[in-house]
């Protein structure tokens, strides 16, 4: 995963924890569910870049 993947993926989470938490002093419920949609999205991302490192590094380990 590039670093800049990562770093997208680290800001949506902070957006989202942001918007949830705004949402929440605010007493807006769907701010909280886009905040937490927006943590959710940037986990899977990390998870499925996570997947295609490993994969990659089955494929360098069976090229050697």
């Given amino acids: ?3 800049g993947d990562r770093i997208k ?3 949506d989470k902070l957006v989202g924890k942001a ?5 929440k002093v605010t007493d807006n ?4 569910a886009e905040g937490k949609a927006d943590q ?3 986990h899977v991302k990390d ?5 295609k490192d ?6 360098d380990a069976f090229e050697k």
């Fill in 19 to 23: 918007k949830e938490t705004v949402g």
């Fill in 9 to 11: 993926n680290a800001a």
């Fill in 29 to 32: 419920e769907e701010l909280v």
């Fill in 1 to 3: 995963m590039s670093a």
């Fill in 54 to 59: 490993a994969g990659r590094n089955v494929k």
């Fill in 40 to 42: 959710v999205e940037g």
């Fill in 47 to 51: 998870a499925a870049e996570d997947v």
